[in-house]
């Protein structure tokens, strides 16, 4: 099973990343599992701890991938590393062993706490349809765009019927993306979600 969390990671000089990113939950394990080259995997190298926040904030799933990535934190309770402020729950977690591939490592964590922080009180459509379009959004160097737009405009009929401001504003930092993408011929620069 995978999770769309916000992992929050920290180097030894106390420089933060916030990334979306899927967690995968094996058994005892949880999986961190980024491509390189990514600043999530050079943080962990560096300091192997991190904290997996879950939110039902979806303007830190789209902005983080739209270079908005300065958002409230608070110190971790037992590791190195920081909570995100929107968190309704966050597990914090030490690398235990790796697995080492050439394109995308796999980390094993253990959870060293967990805390609620808000009760969870269920998705809306259009905030499951942004956090899938920030998916998409986040392959177009390796799917095909028009598989993307088509993605994108299913997604689109579940915002129109069921978003608030919050989640129209994730979206228009998203297409704001997407058309800036295309304006560029399809070319970008580290565009990776999970980076």
């Keep these: 099973m995978i999770r769309e969390t916000i992992l929050t990671t920290m180097n030894t000089q106390g420089d933060v990343h916030i990334a979306p ?3 995968t939950v094996e058994e005892d394990d949880l999986v961190i599992a ?4 990514s600043r999530t995997l050079d943080n962990l190298m560096d300091n192997p701890h991190a904290v997996i926040n879950y ?3 979806v303007q830190v799933f789209a902005g983080c991938l739209t270079h908005r ?3 409230k934190t608070r110190p971790a309770v037992e590791v190195p590393g920081v909570i995100l402020h929107q968190a309704l729950a966050h ?3 030490r690398v235990t062993k790796i697995d080492e591939d050439e394109k995308r490592p796999r980390l094993h964590c253990e959870p060293v706490y967990d805390e609620m922080h808000s009760p ?3 998705f809306n459509r259009a905030q499951g349809a942004v956090i899938e379009a920030a998916i998409l959004i986040s392959r177009l160097e390796i799917m095909p765009l028009e598989q993307v737009e088509n993605e994108i405009v299913y997604l689109s009929s579940a915002l ?3 978003a608030g401001p919050h989640e129209l504003k994730a979206w228009e ?3 704001e993306y997407l058309d800036e993408f295309k304006a560029h011929s399809g070319k970008g620069s580290g565009l990776g979600f999970m980076k």
């Design 55 to 57: 939110t039902d904030d």
């Design 91 to 93: 597990t914090e977690v």
């Design 21 to 23: 990113f899927g967690i």
């Design 173 to 175: 930092w998203l297409m």
């Design 160 to 162: 129109e019927k069921t």
């Design 69 to 71: 990535r300065h958002w």
């Design 34 to 37: 980024p491509f390189r080259p």
């Design 120 to 122: 969870f009180q269920g």
